[in-house]
């Protein structure tokens, strides 16, 4: 196991060059002038420009510029915005409210998900199965906006039980609609995939011979069949939580969350090149850190799997 | 133990009678068995034979009370173990009676392990839930069952998961297992047909010896003619849901006392006819949904006549323990 990560770790480094010169180059090489509209409704002052051309090495062939841009973040400098913000502390304040967001979405896409695809699973046709699979078909076909404004107007300005937007300290129980918003889609995916894999294993030899044994209902369901049905659940969750972590622009823009879709869907719309390909960068990584960890938790679940 | 204060003196220890079993599918209801009745005692091995689909399993898995409901239901009979019967008892009894009781093992022990818990947790689970025992002890005991089935290494493989162990290992832990709670009666659901030649022989073995040792009634389950000749006391043939015939093992080897018995015996490869086309039974089992009518065996029997496809043969008594359900069981029986 441990040379597996290792050699997974390793193969991060070509992926990590090519994703940041693909992300630089698509940033810095597009036709048009990086200051347009920077000084107001006249053009910038030449001053201005040079300046800003010597800070940014815009003179240099774009290699050069690449790998100037590449010494520096390797010295953990993400380097700065055209105002002169530190990236790095853009990312700081953005990046906890977004991991914050990413958790509660998670937990109560488990929660909820592996509890409704339980029950469905282990009870077989009737009313709640009926109920949970209608509701979650509505769920998937609802874009995220749509629920977002919905659970917006009707809990925060109608009956006025939650604040319709989130402060800037992003606290727990604020993210608790936002959380339910965007992981709703794949609670609706988990609920359903975990009602297969129950109904699934129910049948299962190794489930019946947990009951020939004597072992009480509660055992035989809560840790011999659960524990072989999360299995892909809890993959799937681990993938889905790389792309929570990526940040929610949607969901945070309909709620006025500060955090890093916001960021880079901002910078994106003002042509902040340092600020995407640093967010950008970082995004790559911790998406492929999700992914092996998805892989080692995986083999941990089930000890069928062994990757050396 | 209130098991054993129930204990009716001249019962035997494990009695199944008039057990009926019906399977309520989409295409109909498959009448699985119709009247099923054998019994086991302490000690004794009573072998249970039969094709695919005749309802061996059923009977074991009724006994357990492991049927997969739907679409099984029982519809009549009796389970009665120390004359209490199981069929209804309150499901909390019924659970104390599996794996104490009457434990089993299956065929395929690779399914039939979980395959993400060591064989050492499956084992340790029964003995801190059901006997109360601290993590350790269980552990400790656990080694011994394993080694009491000649695991190798047992201190090493407890900790091993069932892919690690090969077919016969993975039957040997199964058998340990099965063991964990002391059984009065133990079912083997063809505990070697998954298993090479060799190995069955050396499962074979270890289940005679264990039983030998423990005194358990022994309920074996299977459709290898050869396996049952060495170890079993008594033998019941069943056949679409029915028992056809039953005798001990060598009067039935002997004489069979039914025709379907009979073509068995035929139908085993023997060293002194080699060369000569291997005889087999014509035909194949009726689908239960549409058993014939008469004796369910008439289309495949060479000794059909008329009564047979109309009327269902009783039981008849062939002397002590001896049984068969065919119309000419006398004759067939004084043939050999």
């Given amino acids: 196991m441990g040379r597996y990560v290792l050699r997974r770790l390793l193969q991060f480094i070509p992926v990590f060059l090519g994703t940041t010169f693909l992300i630089y180059t698509m940033v810095w090489a597009v036709p048009g002038d ?164 129950i109904a699934e294993n129910l049948r299962a030899d190794y489930v019946r011979t947990a009951v020939a044994k004597g072992l009480p209902p509660r055992r035989v369901v809560g840790i011999h069949l659960l524990r072989n049905s999360v299995i892909p659940v809890i993959t799937f969750m681990g993938t889905d939580l790389g792309a929570l972590m990526g940040g929610a622009i949607v969901t945070e823009g309909v709620f006025n969350i500060r955090g890093i879709g916001g960021l880079l869907f901002r910078s994106i719309l003002t042509k902040e090149g340092v600020t995407v390909t640093g967010v950008v960068t970082l995004l790559v990584i911790v998406y492929l850190l999700m992914n092996l960890l998805v892989d080692v938790l995986y083999a941990v679940l089930d000890p069928r799997i062994r990757y050396d | 133990m209130s098991a054993s204060m129930s204990r009716v003196d001249d019962q035997p220890l494990l009695v199944v009678s008039d057990l009926q079993v019906e399977f309520r599918t989409s295409d109909g209801v498959a009448k699985v068995l119709n009247g099923v009745s054998y019994h086991v005692d302490a000690g004794e091995t009573m072998a249970v034979l039969g094709e695919s689909g005749s309802g061996k399993s059923v009977t074991a898995q009724t006994i357990m009370g492991i049927l997969d409901t739907p679409p099984a239901h029982v519809t009549g009979g009796s389970v009665r173990f120390h004359g209490e019967d199981l069929l209804t008892v309150s499901p909390e009894r019924r659970r104390e009676v599996r794996g104490s009781g009457i434990a089993m093992i299956f065929q395929d022990a690779l399914s039939a392990l979980n395959p993400v818990f060591t064989i050492g947790f499956q084992i340790a689970e029964q003995l801190r839930l059901r006997q109360g025992m601290t993590r350790r002890e269980a552990r400790r005991r656990t080694i011994e069952l394993l080694d009491l089935v000649r695991i190798p290494h047992a201190a090493r493989r407890v900790d091993e998961y069932p892919h690690e162990f090969s077919g016969g290992m993975r039957q040997r832990a199964m058998i340990a297992m099965s063991l964990a709670l002391d059984p009065e009666v133990l079912i083997a659901d063809e505990p070697t047909t998954a298993l090479d030649v060799t190995v069955q022989a050396q499962i074979m073995d270890l289940l005679k010896e264990i039983q030998d040792e423990r005194q358990m009634g022994l309920i074996l389950i299977t459709h290898d003619l050869g396996v049952v000749a060495e170890v079993a006391d008594r033998i019941a043939v069943m056949y679409a849901g029915r028992i056809v015939e039953e005798a001990d093992a060598r009067s039935l080897y002997r004489r069979p006392a039914h025709p379907y018995t009979e073509a068995l015996l035929d139908s085993i490869p023997r060293l002194d006819l080699k060369g000569q086309q291997l005889r087999t039974i014509r035909g194949t089992p009726p689908s239960l949904l549409n058993v014939p009518p008469g004796c369910p065996f008439h289309p495949r029997c060479p000794r059909a006549a008329e009564p047979c496809r109309t009327t269902l043969p009783t039981r008849v008594a062939l002397g002590v323990g001896r049984a068969s359900a065919c119309h000419f069981a006398e004759e067939v029986v004084s043939r050999g």
């Fill in chain 1, 34 to 197: 990086p200051f347009a509209g920077k000084c107001g409704e006249r053009p910038c002052p030449d001053a201005f420009v040079t300046v800003m051309t010597e800070r940014f090495n815009l003179n240099d062939p774009l290699l050069v510029q690449y790998v100037k841009y590449l010494g520096q973040l390797l010295q953990g400098n993400f380097g700065e915005t055209f105002s002169g913000v530190p990236v790095g502390q853009l990312i700081v304040d953005a990046y906890p409210t977004t991991v914050k967001l990413a958790v509660v979405a998670l937990v109560i896409e488990a929660v909820i998900g592996i509890s409704a695809g339980l029950l469905t699973g282990l009870r077989g046709r009737g009313f709640l199965d009926n109920l949970v699979l209608v509701s979650t078909l509505f769920l998937i076909a609802i874009p995220t906006f749509v629920t977002g404004y919905v659970l917006q107007i009707l809990l925060g300005l109608r009956w006025g039980i939650i604040d319709p937007t989130v402060s800037s300290e992003a606290a727990w129980g604020e993210l608790l609609v936002p959380g339910f918003v965007l992981g709703s889609l794949s609670m609706a995916y988990v609920a359903r995939l975990t009602r297969t894999s």
